[in-house]
């Protein structure tokens, strides 16, 4: 008899089991799955992956040109949707493409559709500003943002713009002198071309009207030889914040700095970025 109630208890044990197992394999699977496409197209999505393997395989390098690609084809609203293993990842990612779904989203619905916990990968970046808070923080700021755009401040921003622009052109002139002082005056010899970095110098264009239009700073880094440690450390928080939407643990090693870039993001925020501002305040 003894023997018969052990071979029970072994075998209820095991059923117990076995039920505990499937029922997390269930919720597991509830919990994770990607949503369902509700009719729109979009990328190749597999079972419980999505389209996980378009998203690697296009972001973040080539995403801008992929997005506007994908709309051409699709002519619409388009779905791309992503197993929830991480709060940077909410199920899909649908991207707006028609005309009443934007004014949907953005005017006739707009207190629906909230930015959420995607965004709090920005922090660092962006604080608690316009870009990453809802409900009442928006508003806030919000209001606080539309006296950005009266009438004199306009004006006021587009002639530190034009400044700003007299000043590149300066420093343009600057160097096609310099590129050509010593030449004898023959053909082959006049006029030779400088190389010239627009990229780098449009955005010291921005940063510098940016800053000294919103917050009265000057940083005077377009006539510098090298750009200004605060746009290059804000670049390279940029990065570094953008490669969490990937991470599916970014949420732990955000929270006890497990890795080299999430105390690298710390550094860059408080030390070049919290340091320069007071500074130049």
């Known amino acids: 008899?003894?023997?018969?109630?052990?071979?029970?208890?072994?075998?209820?044990?095991?059923?117990?089991?076995a039920a505990l197992v499937a029922v997390a394999i269930v919720v597991f699977y509830n919990k994770i799955k990607p949503f369902d496409t509700g009719g729109l197209p979009g990328p190749e999505s597999h079972f419980l992956l999505g389209s996980l393997q378009f998203f690697d395989e296009n972001y973040p390098h080539n995403w801008p040109t992929v997005m506007v690609e994908r709309s051409l084809q699709y002519g619409q609203s388009w779905i791309m949707p992503l197993p929830r293993i991480s709060y940077t990842t909410p199920g899909a990612f649908v991207f707006v493409h028609d005309e009443g779904n934007i004014r949907h989203v953005l005017q006739?619905?707009?207190?629906?559709?909230?930015?959420g916990d995607p965004w709090i990968i920005f922090t660092e970046l962006l604080g608690q500003g316009i870009f990453v808070v809802?409900?009442?923080?928006?508003?806030?700021h919000r209001k606080l943002m539309s006296t950005m755009f009266s009438r004199n401040l306009l004006k006021s921003s587009a002639k530190t713009v034009g400044e700003k622009f007299l000043e590149v052109i300066d420093v343009f002139?600057?160097?096609?002198?310099?590129?050509?002082?010593?030449?004898?005056?023959?053909?082959?010899?006049?006029?030779?071309?400088?190389?010239?970095?627009?990229?780098?110098?449009?955005?010291?264009?921005?940063?510098?009207?940016?800053?000294e239009t919103a917050c009265g700073m000057h940083f005077d880094s377009i006539q510098g030889k090298c750009q200004h440690d605060f746009p290059i450390a804000f670049d390279e928080l940029s990065l570094l914040s953008n490669n969490r939407f990937s991470d599916p643990l970014?949420?732990?090693?955000?929270?006890?700095?497990?890795?080299?870039?999430?105390?690298?993001?710390?550094?860059?925020?408080?030390?070049?970025l919290f340091e320069t501002l007071e500074i130049k305040v």
């Open 173 to 211: 002139e600057k160097k096609i002198a310099k590129a050509n002082e010593g030449k004898d005056g023959g053909d082959d010899n006049m006029n030779k071309g400088v190389d010239i970095d627009l990229q780098d110098m449009f955005f010291r264009v921005t940063f510098d009207s940016t800053f």
């Open 134 to 140: 809802d409900d009442e923080k928006w508003k806030y």
């Open 1 to 17: 008899m003894s023997y018969f109630s052990t071979m029970i208890t072994t075998k209820d044990v095991l059923s117990l089991t």
């Open 108 to 115: 006739n619905n707009f207190n629906n559709y909230i930015k």
């Open 250 to 272: 970014v949420h732990v090693k955000k929270k006890f700095q497990l890795t080299r870039d999430e105390r690298r993001i710390r550094q860059l925020a408080h030390y070049y």
